[in-house]
């Protein structure tokens, strides 16, 4: 549940993430407007919203990549702005649009990636062959990155987010272009990490995967979180595709005009 700053006792330690009042404008648009969220320990967390609702502003706000307007983010007792190279040793992530080093090969990109992060080359050597495999990338680990699908590449960048064991994973649609059976996989990942104590914050359109997945979900719109809290509690009666259309104040269409489509 959402939880407001200004408590006389620190509420973030028992948080993996906290987001107190986070607000971005862009010009005159106001992209994100004093969102609060709090991510337990252990919580497979879901953030949903329609298209530039404000949520990949927000989660780069929350991992440093985007310096907020005001507010404040914690990475679980460290301020992501005032001691950020701690803060973000603790996080792995999976941005949107992810820009990748092209002309490296599979294998270099994550030696590298694991190398910046302080691994040793035999760790680094080590981790990289385990992602390689698990996320069915061996074949390509010589190839450059370049030449990677649109899931592979997905693929890659997720396990750079998660070669230095963090205790946190904000990903940006980690599903997205990615194969059946690679995007079992990677549940499976992502659900053992939380088992294990992690947290993981997933951006999603896809409401039935949020509503499997995940045990915490917030909606956001227009800058705003409309709801937060437990999926059950957040969906209510019925699912969370039509909850979160209720929410957001959404109209489905389709039922009138394009004439000329079914003529």
Same mark, same amino acid.
């Given at each position: 549940?959402?939880?407001?700053?200004?408590?006389?006792?620190?509420?973030?330690?028992?948080?993996?993430?906290?987001?107190?009042?986070?607000?971005?404008?862009?010009? !005159?648009?106001?992209?994100?407007? &004093?969102?609060?969220?709090?991510?337990?320990?252990?919580?497979?967390? %879901?953030?949903?919203?329609?298209?530039?609702?404000?949520?990949?502003?927000?989660?780069?706000?929350?991992?440093?990549?985007?310096?907020?307007? /005001?507010? /404040?983010?914690?990475?679980?007792?460290?301020? $992501?702005? *005032?001691?950020?190279?701690?803060?973000?040793?603790?996080?792995?992530?999976?941005?949107? %649009?992810?820009?990748? !080093?092209?002309?490296?090969?599979?294998?270099?990109?994550?030696? =590298?990636?694991?190398?910046?992060?302080?691994? &040793?080359? /035999?760790?680094?050597?080590?981790?990289?062959?385990?992602?390689?495999?698990?996320?069915?990338?061996?074949?390509?680990?010589?190839? $450059?990155?370049?030449? =990677?699908?649109?899931?592979?590449?997905?693929?890659? %960048?997720?396990?750079?987010?998660?070669?230095?064991?963090?205790?946190?994973?904000?990903?940006?649609? !980690?599903?997205? /272009?990615?194969? !059946?059976?690679? +995007?079992?996989?990677?549940?499976?990942?992502?659900?053992?990490?939380?088992? +294990?104590?992690?947290?993981?914050?997933?951006?999603?359109?896809?409401?039935?995967?949020?509503?499997?997945?995940?045990?915490?979900?917030?909606?956001?719109?227009?800058?705003?979180?409309?709801?937060? %809290?437990? $999926?059950?509690?957040?969906?209510?009666?019925?699912?969370?595709?039509? *909850?979160?259309?209720?929410?957001?104040?959404?109209?489905?269409?389709?039922?009138?005009?394009?004439?000329?489509?079914?003529?």
């Amino acid at each position: 549940m959402s939880r407001r700053a200004g408590a006389t006792d620190p509420w973030w330690m028992d948080a993996a993430l906290t987001i107190a009042g986070l607000s971005k404008r862009f010009g !005159p648009t106001v992209a994100v407007h &004093d969102v609060h969220l709090t991510v337990a320990r252990g919580s497979f967390f %879901g953030l949903v919203g329609p298209n530039g609702a404000g949520k990949t502003t927000a989660l780069s706000m929350a991992v440093g990549l985007v310096r907020p307007d /005001a507010g /404040a983010v914690r990475i679980f007792d460290h301020d $992501v702005w *005032a001691d950020p190279v701690r803060a973000k040793e603790l996080v792995g992530v999976l941005p949107d %649009g992810l820009s990748l !080093p092209e002309r490296l090969t599979g294998r270099e990109l994550l030696t =590298y990636s694991a190398r910046l992060r302080g691994l &040793d080359r /035999a760790t680094a050597a080590e981790r990289a062959s385990e992602l390689l495999a698990v996320l069915a990338l061996t074949d390509a680990e010589h190839t $450059v990155v370049i030449d =990677y699908s649109a899931g592979m590449r997905k693929k890659i %960048g997720l396990a750079a987010a998660l070669l230095h064991a963090p205790k946190l994973l904000v990903l940006d649609e !980690p599903f997205e /272009a990615v194969d !059946p059976v690679s +995007a079992s996989t990677i549940r499976t990942i992502l659900q053992r990490f939380v088992a +294990a104590g992690g947290a993981v914050v997933l951006s999603s359109h896809v409401m039935a995967l949020v509503e499997k997945l995940c045990d915490h979900v917030a909606v956001i719109a227009r800058g705003q979180v409309v709801a937060s %809290g437990r $999926v059950d509690e957040v969906r209510g009666a019925g699912n969370l595709e039509d *909850a979160f259309v209720s929410l957001v104040g959404g109209q489905v269409g389709g039922e009138e005009g394009l004439s000329w489509l079914t003529s």
